[in-house]
């Protein structure tokens, strides 16, 4: 069982910028994806980005646009996300998750760290 602990979250103002990291305990962490999610309070968690072993591919929710990236650091083994451009709607709990291929539902997740943007 892999354990994700991510960390990064906060206060910011909209239009401020926030890069929230998340750490594995794992050996085998360069084969695995590792995708972001986030959900509000009343709302169903969603998608927001996703990136391959080797960072091959990234794919990224439609609210996105452009704003955010993904990346990863096999040697540390931790994912980031950077986000900038922030906007009160994304205010939520942002969580990463993992999932070892051939395996197509992610099955490993943090407890998430909560972003809020404040107008």
């Known amino acids: 069982q892999v354990q994700l602990v991510e960390s990064g979250g906060g206060l910011v103002q909209a239009g401020g910028s926030l890069r929230l990291s998340c750490a594995a305990s794992t050996r085998t962490f360069s084969t695995y994806f590792l995708g972001w999610f986030r959900q509000a309070p009343g709302k169903e968690r969603e998608f927001v980005a996703s990136?391959?072993?080797?960072?091959?591919?990234?794919f990224y929710g439609d609210f996105v646009k452009g704003r955010f990236t993904i990346s990863r650091d096999d040697a540390e083994n931790t994912v980031y996300l950077q986000m900038d451009s922030l906007k009160p709607e994304d205010t939520a709990v942002y969580y990463c998750?993992?999932?070892?291929?051939?395996?197509?539902?992610?099955?490993?997740w943090g407890r998430g760290t909560q972003v809020t943007v404040s107008s």
């Open positions: 990136i391959s072993p080797r960072s091959d591919s990234t």
């Open positions: 998750a993992s999932r070892m291929p051939p395996t197509t539902t992610y099955n490993n």
